[in-house]
């Protein structure tokens, strides 16, 4: 958006915003819908016969999602011997679990973390998100625990965010004006549980998942405080991934969420140091 000719929208006065927000909230309709390849393959793949082959073709039907399941099937901490060419070859190899995940945050991605003007705060938030949900993963295989729920919960725990940023985004597009950095961030704080809790409703998610992702800032006053502790370790580890020099290996290791979730200090220190083997897997 061109800002020369915008108004400034103080921050003493974020009344505008704030009720385009409540009217956003309160029109379901205006938040992305379920993808249709996410929707497609959630009936395909609960089918107790589902082949590759049936995969292949739906998947191709979605150029970004086609290219990323080549992109993490022969990633170097996945790919076979010998390389794998076939988007058929592809769904085998990586499971219908596997396959399923990645459409989600592929959709996800270009759906819900795209915000015209805001393109770094978009990016750093698809990261930790990303990144979170991987780390979920190696926690719940530790733990053997949540092993299915918990890549999903620690991929939605930013949605809320990434979703309000985008309808503010749209908001400073339709009425030629940025709202300062301040009441930006504010706006994006307060909306967050109201826009994750739309989007997971809208895309069907359980019930664990969404009060998980929610909740995972505090995760002992969860309904499900086990799985929202894995989300925010998740977190936390995803942050030291991106950020090391924000937050040490030292921290993360003696966070007391590992102490509720029963991970030992060694497992933490052993987990932590996949931290080539995550980012590999994430491509970034």
């Known amino acids: 958006m061109n800002t020369d000719s915008a108004v400034v929208l103080s921050a003493l006065n974020p009344q505008v915003a704030h009720q385009y927000l409540c009217d956003s909230v309160g029109s379901p309709q205006s938040i992305a819908p379920l993808p249709r390849v996410c929707a497609e393959l959630a009936q395909l793949t609960a089918q107790q016969a589902t082949d590759a082959a049936q995969l292949a073709r739906l998947i191709q039907s979605d150029a970004a999602l086609a290219g990323e399941i080549m992109r993490v099937a022969n990633s170097p901490v996945l790919r076979p011997r010998t390389a794998i060419v076939s988007l058929q070859q592809a769904v085998s190899w990586l ?90 961030g504010e706006l994006v704080v307060e909306f967050e549980p109201a826009f994750g809790r739309l989007l997971m409703k809208g895309w069907l998610l359980p019930t664990d998942v969404q009060d998980a992702a929610i909740d995972w800032r505090s995760y002992r006053e969860s309904k499900h405080s086990d799985l929202a502790g894995t989300v925010h370790a998740a977190h936390l580890l995803a942050t030291h991934t991106l950020h090391p020099q924000l937050l040490d290996e030292e921290l993360v290791v003696e966070n007391e969420v590992f102490e509720q979730l029963g991970v030992f200090p060694d497992d933490r220190r052993r987990m932590v140091a996949k931290r080539d083997h995550v980012r590999g897997l994430a491509g970034i």
């Open 95 to 184: 499971g219908v679990a596997e396959v399923r995940n990645i459409a989600m945050a592929v959709m996800l991605r270009g759906e819900v973390f795209v915000a015209p003007g805001h393109e770094p705060q978009s990016e750093e938030l698809w990261r930790e998100a990303w990144l979170a949900g991987l780390w979920a993963k190696e926690i719940a295989r530790e733990r053997r625990k949540h092993v299915e729920s918990a890549f999903l919960a620690a991929l939605m725990h930013r949605t809320g965010a990434a979703l309000a940023v985008k309808i503010l985004s749209r908001f400073e597009s339709e009425q030629r004006t940025v709202v300062d950095a301040r009441t930006f």
